[in-house]
Structures are given as structure tokens and as C-alpha cells.
């Protein structure tokens, strides 16, 4: 593995942290704080390949054949930065599927390379806890080979708060399930100041943490995020950062941490703010890597950072795209003009286009097929033209 000349960095500004990165020393809050006030984004990204080169070997790329699912979108809650969210059963664009509704609705989307159900949704106030077990029951039963990873940690306090039971309680009976890992919503952003004027009703960082530690406790393998790019200020990510360090120091259940870009359509928080720019995109998740080193993977979240910007992110410290998503519902109602899917080909020529080998992974980052053959071998008949090359689909990427 050859290892980044950080010697050609392009100012003196940075070299002391440098110098930190390359000795491998952990960098601190003063640290975390001047990398995101720097414009230096071409030394950031160069720090955060060698960390991710460090960790990784830098050359795979992961993805996985997966299909969300947002079983309800009726919520309790009222989160400034949400355009998903109905506040009742009857308010225009309201749903909730049954259990049944589900397993039929994805049925189609189902082939057998699919490995993951990526499960969150609305907080139902009405329908009780047994409705989201019944609904990993339904999915476990149709599909038992699927992995599912679902709720997120505000769901689980929620469902906590429903019942009067504890967190771990909740956490036994959904593993029993059919629960096999959790993703990282719901960390918005941990500082309280931010906390109590974009999701004053949501769990607090200390509660957060505390069911993602139940979880790693109880086996579990989870996922952590940042919502940034709306009110927060730079100091409020390195405080971030640095607490979702702490927590996997003590308890080392974290597969992956996604950066997510906020989306400022259709909610109550984006009528004054606007669209993060490509550049601090790409420097929040060069930080990211450069910060989190106890973290195995970073991932480039394509769809809510667009295709190409996912792609240049992997000379950034990502090394994960995420999947083929099917029918994302979140991050479109706030104003994300992505296609809902991509298919596993597309995923592929991202990858190689940028110097990279694609990995097909399970959730659990377990390797199911590496693809180090160039990108013609990979392509499907609809791909190709009669003399044999392939032909490339056009993506609107507004």
C-alpha cells in the first residue's frame, strides 16, 4: 500500500495537523475546529485518504443491493428541519401500510442479491409498539435471508416512552423480531443549543448514545450520522464528532458514520437557508474521517449528495457509497432531485470511474463479491451496443 505524499500539500496553515495525521496521533477540538475553518480542501482530503488508506487500504469502495422502507410517515413529532412528517392520519399525503402492505409493496424489488432492509419512518402515536414488531415479523417471515437494520435510536426511545419499558427491553424484543442492526438517524446534531431549535422533541444526545451503547452491548452493530449544513456552526460538528469518538471508545459498535447534507425544501427550517455548497460537503467529510479514526467506514450517502459528488468523495475518506436505495422518500420530499434508485451497474461505474474497486457487501460489511475486472465485464445487455460497448444512461442531476 503506498501511502499519500502529504508534502505537497499546498500552504503551511495545516502542517502541524499535518504532521499529527501522519504520525498518527488523535487530533483534539482545537484541531477538528481549524480544519473546518481552513479553505485548504485539497490538504483536508489528502489527510483523510492516508487515514482512509490507514484503515481501509483506500482502494475498495463498498456497496450493497438494498431497498428502504418507510413504513408510516405520521409522526408525534414536529423537527424543523423535517419535510417528511404528517402530523395526523387524515393530513393530505398521510400513509401508513400494514405489516401485509409491506411485504407486497417491495415484493417486486426483491431479487436475490438484495441483502438489507433499511427500515425508519414516522412515530406513529396511535398504532403502539407491537405495530413495528409486527412489521419485522411480516418481512422476517417473506424474506428470512434479508438482514433487517432498522429504527433508529430516537425511534427505539420512543417506542420506550410508549410502553414504560427500557431501552434494552425494547431492544430484546425487536431482536426477537427479527432485528439485525440499527441505522444512525436521529443525531441531527448533538449540541443542545442546536437540539432544542431543530428537534426539541427528540431524544437528547445523551439519550442517543446511551440506546446505541445498550445496543453494542447486546451485540448489535449500529451506524451514527450528523445533520449538518443548516444552523449549526462549525464548533457544534467537532463536538459531534468527537462524542460519537468517545461513545465507540467505550463501547465499539459503530460500522460506519454518514455525513448528512441537509435539504432546506418543503420544512419550516429551510425557508431561511439555503443548499451546502460541494466544497463543505466534501471538507465535513474529509473531517469526518480525519476525526472519527476509530471508525471503520465513512460513508458518501449518494443520494442526497448527488452522484458525482458521492464519487469525488472517495478521494475524500469515504469508502462506502451506500446501495441501491429503491424508493428513498426522506430526503425527496425535503427537495433532493436524485433518481429514488440506483442499480447495481450505475453503482459499479461511479466506482471505477474514480480509480476505485467496487465491493458488494452485506450490512455487516462481510464481502460478497469483489468486481476488480474492467467495467464492460459488469455490463448488462441493455448496456450494450452491437459492437459491444457500453452504453452509459444519462442521469439528471439537477
Not at 402530523?87 to 424489488?109: H, K, L, M, N, Q
Not at 461505474?349 to 467496487?358: C, D, E, M, N, S
Request: proline share 5%; hydrophobic share 35%; charged share 25%.
Amino acid at each position: 500500500m503506498t501511502l499519500p505524499d502529504l508534502s505537497l500539500t499546498r500552504s503551511d496553515e495545516l502542517q502541524d495537523i499535518v504532521a499529527k495525521v501522519e504520525a498518527g496521533d488523535r487530533l483534539g477540538f482545537e484541531d477538528g475546529l481549524r480544519l473546518f475553518r481552513s479553505h485548504d480542501l485539497l490538504t483536508i482530503g489528502q489527510m483523510a485518504d492516508l487515514v482512509n488508506r490507514r484503515l481501509n487500504g483506500g482502494e475498495y469502495v463498498y456497496f450493497n443491493q438494498n431497498r428502504h422502507i418507510n413504513p408510516t410517515n405520521v409522526c408525534a413529532f414536529h423537527c424543523n428541519f423535517c419535510s417528511f412528517a404528517r402530523f395526523s392520519d387524515d393530513a393530505p399525503g398521510a400513509y401508513t401500510w400494514t405489516p401485509e402492505e409491506i411485504v407486497e409493496r417491495i415484493r417486486p424489488d426483491v431479487h436475490p442479491r438484495v441483502t438489507e432492509f433499511h427500515i425508519v419512518g414516522g412515530l406513529h402515536p396511535v398504532l403502539g409498539f407491537e405495530y413495528y414488531e409486527d412489521v419485522l415479523r411480516a418481512l422476517k417471515q417473506a424474506y428470512p435471508r434479508v438482514h433487517l437494520k432498522a429504527f433508529t435510536a430516537v425511534e427505539i426511545d420512543f417506542f420506550a416512552q410508549l410502553t414504560g419499558l427500557d431501552h434494552e427491553t425494547i431492544l430484546r424484543r425487536l431482536i426477537d423480531a427479527g432485528l439485525g442492526s440499527m441505522p444512525g438517524g436521529g443525531a441531527e446534531i448533538f449540541h443542545p443549543e442546536i437540539r432544542r431549535k431543530i428537534c426539541p422533541e427528540k431524544a437528547d444526545a445523551e439519550t442517543w448514545l446511551a440506546v446505541h451503547d445498550t445496543a453494542h452491548r447486546l451485540g448489535l452493530r449500529t451506524n451514527a450520522t450528523m445533520l449538518y449544513g443548516h444552523i449549526e456552526r462549525y464548533e457544534h460538528r467537532v463536538d459531534h464528532l468527537l462524542r460519537l469518538r468517545e461513545q465507540q471508545d467505550r463501547s465499539g459498535g459503530f460500522n460506519t458514520f454518514i455525513p448528512l447534507r441537509y435539504h432546506p425544501e418543503n420544512n419550516n427550517l429551510g425557508r431561511r437557508l439555503d443548499w451546502t455548497t460541494a466544497h463543505d460537503t466534501l471538507k465535513t467529510i474529509a473531517i469526518s474521517r480525519i476525526l472519527l479514526d476509530n471508525f471503520p467506514h465513512i460513508k458518501a450517502y449518494w443520494i442526497m449528495l448527488t452522484p458525482p459528488i458521492a464519487q469525488l468523495a472517495l478521494h475524500f475518506g469515504a469508502d462506502d457509497i451506500d446501495g441501491t436505495v429503491v424508493e428513498e422518500k426522506i430526503y425527496h420530499d425535503a427537495g433532493a432531485t436524485t433518481e429514488e434508485q440506483l442499480d447495481k451497474f450505475d453503482l459499479l461505474r461511479l466506482i471505477k470511474a474514480a480509480g476505485k474497486t467496487p465491493v458488494e457487501r452485506d450490512t455487516l460489511y462481510n464481502i460478497i463479491e469483489i468486481y476488480d475486472k474492467p467495467i464492460e465485464h459488469y455490463a448488462p445487455d441493455s448496456r450494450k451496443t452491437r459492437r459491444g460497448e457500453v452504453k452509459i444512461t444519462h442521469i439528471e442531476l439537477n
